[in-house]
């Protein structure tokens, strides 16, 4: 595929006002977010919750892009359409998580490697013919006593742009942990750079790619919480050092942050200004924790998850032009 060609699906994917919603959960982490809501996790259940997300209306105004499940990205609507189909119709970009999950890295206690590099070529060829426009890989990174001490930024980058797709780079540094938001932002800033020397050393074009990163934020259990301005300076700083601005956008994870907090870093963010990518977001939980919360796999409780996605959608896409406030939320969707 022509490389102008991915810049313009990357372009699409953080449009001004529009972000990612991440539902590519595997079969067992939506089993997770099932077991919360005490819905059985079968496939018919699986989709009907993707179809409950997927069909709420416009949808395509804040949403730009959907990550899809290999299993997702073969189902159906309950009428029949595509779930590809479907969310075209309604302008939203359809992509495809390409990794396999992670497994124990050899000689790195405590540490993981992403699966999923072997068939990647194939695998990529079946999903642009199935209609995925992008896709995503993530890596985890953790950080503890001694880790991380190492980073795998796996070659996938390239071999989803020969296929045609927008790689989406997700090196996730976890929130678990009890260090400060000092640390995180010197294990961001060193994995960031791990990542762009590795794309560079595998050729891939910057311009037809999106990074997604996690924010630089205090570990889950550190006794101090740096509050949202800090979050939002720190993280722009450490962006700024290490991501080339050639590169289509950024567009953060949630990675266990409530909703509303995730919505005000991403808006304050954004308020700074002067920022060289546009900064939007591929949240999963953040998106969707309202939504499986109010519908609990129930049809009658259809057009109230719907509500919550649209509204979170919105809050979101608002963020993305640093006009959210707080204000906004009591607003009922
Ligand atoms: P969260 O926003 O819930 O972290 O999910 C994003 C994602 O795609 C994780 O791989």
């Known amino acids: 595929m022509a490389s102008n060609d991915l810049n313009a699906i990357a372009k699409a994917m953080v449009a001004p006002g529009r972000g990612i919603l991440a539902a590519d959960e595997s079969t067992g982490t939506i089993g997770r977010r099932f077991d919360s809501i005490s819905v059985e996790n079968v496939e018919e259940n699986r989709r009907a919750y993707r179809d409950m997300l997927f069909t709420t209306k416009g949808i395509g105004d804040h949403i730009s892009g959907v990550i899809l499940y290999d299993e997702t990205l073969r189902q159906k609507s309950a009428d029949g359409t595509s779930f590809v189909d479907l969310l075209n119709k309604n ?30 070529q194939k695998r990529c060829a079946e999903y642009v013919k199935l209609g995925a426009k992008f896709a995503k890989w993530r890596a985890v990174i953790d950080i503890g006593a001694d880790i991380p001490s190492a980073t795998c930024i796996a070659a996938n980058a390239p071999i989803c742009q020969e296929a045609g797709l927008v790689p989406i780079v997700e090196p996730e540094v976890l929130m678990d942990g009890d260090h400060n938001i000092e640390r995180c932002e010197v294990v961001t800033e060193w994995t960031l750079n ?10 891939v074009s ?14 889950k259990k550190c006794p101090q919480q740096a509050g949202v301005q800090e979050v939002a300076e720190r993280t ?12 289509a956008g950024i567009a953060f994870l949630s990675g266990g942050q409530s909703d509303e907090v995730a919505t005000a870093h991403l808006d304050a963010m954004n308020k700074l200004g002067n920022l060289p990518w546009p900064v939007s977001f591929s949240y999963g939980r953040a998106l969707q924790a309202a939504s499986l919360k109010a ?16 509204h979170r959608a919105r809050m979101n896409g608002l963020a993305t032009l640093g006009k959210y406030s707080a204000d906004l939320e009591k607003k009922a969707a």
């Open 91 to 120: 302008g939203v970009l359809p992509g495809i998580k390409v990794d396999a999950g992670t497994k124990a890295l050899p000689f790195c206690p405590n540490e993981l490697v992403t699966e999923g590099l072997d068939n990647l």
């Open 295 to 310: 519908w609990r796999g129930q049809a009658a409780n259809v057009p109230a998850a719907q509500a919550a996605l649209a």
């Open 194 to 203: 791990a990542v762009y020397e590795a794309l560079y050393m595998n050729r």
């Open 206 to 219: 910057l311009e037809g790619s999106v990074l997604k990163p996690s924010m630089v934020i205090s570990g």
């Open 236 to 247: 722009v700083r450490i962006l700024k050092r290490t991501v080339p601005a050639a590169v």
